[in-house]
């Protein structure tokens, strides 16, 4: 009996150990099962989008920049298709190994290896990044046969910038450079369609106006899914959004002009302006030294970023932009300008001019001493009287003449389309006292109005500014912000959007007043400080010539060229416009260290007029005269500009990838 109940008793634990252990196998089966639903029902759009992601990649497909032409349509920047070899770091395990084998494939030159590395300190490791550019159809076939030997290494396609011209208005055009970590880090900060637009961009614009017009040309980046294999690779485009191309801007710069000025300045610095006072077209924007942008595309080499950016002569800065001088006797006009608006003199009204003028004990001279006996103000300008200018600051005082020179642009940001414009200096009381920190030095003294009068002392502005202001006169005191774009016009459509000057504004001259000075500044040309270099000219122009000097004389010495270094000889200035009766150009020109207005920047003028006015291009003996700066060298030669001799430029065909 005690057997049978523990036979019953073994069984019912038994049963309760099967209950059991099909209750734990039912709920195992039912987290499996919830556990299948979860995936492939919950989360199966989340999956599928993780597994395709697997199996496909989202590639960004880097739009083809837009072109910049010059007002006639040549092209001044375009884009041209290159085989790179290039390395993503992070894929690599020996990536010295991985080179010295590659060069045996591939010419990799040590410069291409010290490029190399400095992309690769301002990229992520994750970057892909170009070894050697340019390939030969040759080296492309020798590394795809061996390219299973380089994991990480591969051949891609580029677009590469192209700059037909190189050096000439290299300034006004700019270059692109591949994006640094400081432009990285701005980014972020942009809208997230711009960031999205971005995606795959390794190059932005650096300078002039590829930088000033990134958004116009850039275009739109598209996007490309692709099949890949185990190994990462593409294996076939499953779908595609093409990439819109940038728009090709035109600027409104001529570009034969612009060659023809860094001509004649030959190996002289300095800078020129050329405006149309009808509507503030920059004609001409001109600084030199100039750059070959070319040499920034593929990043450029220590050599030559090291010969740019220590050199003397300074060829990356902007001079036309950027430098800034005392404006020396071109500032004459406008200071007669604002007597006669001030009242603070008629255009009757004479002085004796005994070749000085005395403020207290010092003595103010006038350049070579020399009497000019009684002088109006039509006479001032003609000679260039310092001592009738001297006096007439001495009785605006520094307050009212800023005021007056304040519109004209004088010392004030013109608002051109070129990022990275100065303002200069023009001083009064109040910028006085924001600079200097002394109470001593902020205290504005008497005697130093003085010398603002003819352009010196404290003054100091941009060519753009003077030029803008000699437009503004010339166009009987109507003036328009100086812009360098024409039009943006779209790859795909073809239309043009014109860019739309700013609305004229009229600073209330009276017109006698500004005839006065402009009929003052027609006797330059024709019995003053020009008169030679505009000698036999086929229409009547104005101008002032300038002296400025670079370094202070004192009150007992004579100035001598030829005792002093190169860089601290005096700049040579000319202020211009013609023709007389309808102005189309105005201009201002500064010769660094190169003396006499008349001798230096006055022919650099009467070239850019015969060009706009007469179709005339200078022979090569002129533009040689000119260069060593000959006040009067034979006119130049007849010679349309379609005719005129010309590298021959690539073709204006957007590249296609």
Avoid: C
């Amino acid at each position: 009996m005690t057997e049978l109940r523990n036979v019953e008793a073994d069984l019912a634990r038994f049963r309760l150990r099967v209950l059991i252990a099909g209750l734990a196998v039912v709920f195992a089966f039912g987290l499996v099962a919830a556990r299948m639903v979860y995936l492939q029902v919950v989360r199966h759009d989340d999956l599928l989008a993780q597994a395709e992601s697997n199996r496909t990649a989202v590639l960004p497909v880097v739009p083809n920049r837009g072109q910049i032409l010059d007002r006639y349509g040549r092209v001044l920047a375009t884009n041209y298709s290159a085989y790179t070899l290039e390395i993503t770091p992070s894929k690599v395990s020996d990536l010295d190994a991985t080179i010295e084998a590659l060069g045996e494939l591939v010419d990799i030159q040590p410069r291409d290896k010290r490029r190399f590395r400095k992309l690769m300190e301002e990229s992520r490791s994750f970057d892909s990044l170009p070894i050697r550019t340019r390939l030969s159809d040759e080296e492309v076939a020798r590394f795809t046969v061996q390219r299973y030997r380089f994991p990480g290494v591969d051949v891609r396609a580029r677009l590469f910038r192209q700059y037909p011209h190189g050096e000439v208005a290299s300034h006004v055009v700019g270059y692109i450079g591949r994006i640094n970590q400081r432009e990285k880090a701005a980014m972020e900060d942009w809208p997230e369609e711009d960031i999205a637009n971005y995606r795959g961009t390794d190059y932005i614009g650096k300078l002039g106006a590829e930088q000033s017009y990134e958004r116009e040309l850039h275009g739109l980046t598209g996007f490309d899914r692709v099949e890949t294999s185990a190994g990462g690779r593409a294996v076939r485009s499953l779908a595609n959004t093409p990439a819109t191309p940038g728009n090709t801007v035109v600027l409104s710069i001529d570009v034969q002009l612009q060659k023809l000025v860094e001509d004649m300045f030959g190996q002289r610095r300095g800078a020129l302006v050329a405006i149309d006072p009808r509507n503030g077209e920059v004609l001409a924007f001109v600084s030199k030294p100039t750059f070959d942008p070319n040499l920034f595309v593929e990043g450029i080499d220590v050599e030559n970023w090291k010969a740019l950016n220590e050199s003397v002569d300074k060829p990356l800065l902007n001079r036309a932009l950027r430098g800034t001088y005392p404006p020396g006797s071109t500032y004459k006009p406008f200071m007669a300008l604002a007597a006669l608006e001030t009242g603070t003199r008629s255009a009757s009204t004479a002085i004796n001019d005994p070749g000085f003028w005395m403020f207290g004990n010092h003595r103010f001279r006038s350049h070579g001493d020399n009497s000019l006996g009684a002088v109006d103000l039509h006479r001032s300008i003609v000679k260039s009287s310092n001592t009738y200018y001297y006096s007439l600051a001495n009785e605006m005082g520094v307050d009212a003449m800023h005021d007056f020179m304040e519109p004209l642009g004088f010392g004030q940001i013109t608002g051109i389309d070129l990022k990275g414009e100065v303002r200069g200096v023009l001083p009064n009381q109040a910028w006085k006292r924001r600079t200097y920190k002394r109470p001593e030095q902020q205290k504005w003294y008497a005697g130093e109005t003085i010398s603002l009068g003819i352009g010196q002392g404290y003054n100091t502005f941009t060519m753009l500014q003077v030029a803008h202001a000699m437009a503004t006169l010339a166009n009987g005191g109507v003036k328009y912000r100086p812009h360098l774009t024409l039009a943006t016009e779209d790859v795909v459509t073809r239309e043009r959007t014109p860019t739309v000057p700013n609305e004229p504004v009229s600073l209330g001259y009276k017109p006698e007043h500004v005839q006065a000075v402009l009929r003052a500044m027609q006797a330059v040309t024709t019995e003053g400080t020009s008169a030679r270099v505009f000698a036999g000219a086929g229409y009547a122009s104005g101008g002032k010539t300038g002296t400025a000097q670079a370094v202070t004389i004192g009150q007992k010495d004579r100035y001598d060229a030829r005792k002093l270094e190169e860089h601290q000889r005096d700049h040579s200035l000319y202020v211009a416009f013609a023709p007389i009766n309808a102005p189309q150009v105005a201009l201002a020109v500064v010769v660094e260290n190169a003396g006499f207005g008349s001798a230096h920047a006055a022919p650099i003028a009467r070239r850019v007029f015969d060009y706009l006015l007469l179709d005339q291009y200078p022979n090569p003996q002129d533009l040689a005269a000119v260069q060593k700066g000959l006040a009067a060298s034979p006119i130049g030669t007849p010679l349309k500009a379609s005719t005129m001799p010309w590298p021959p430029v690539a073709e204006a065909t957007p590249v296609q990838e």
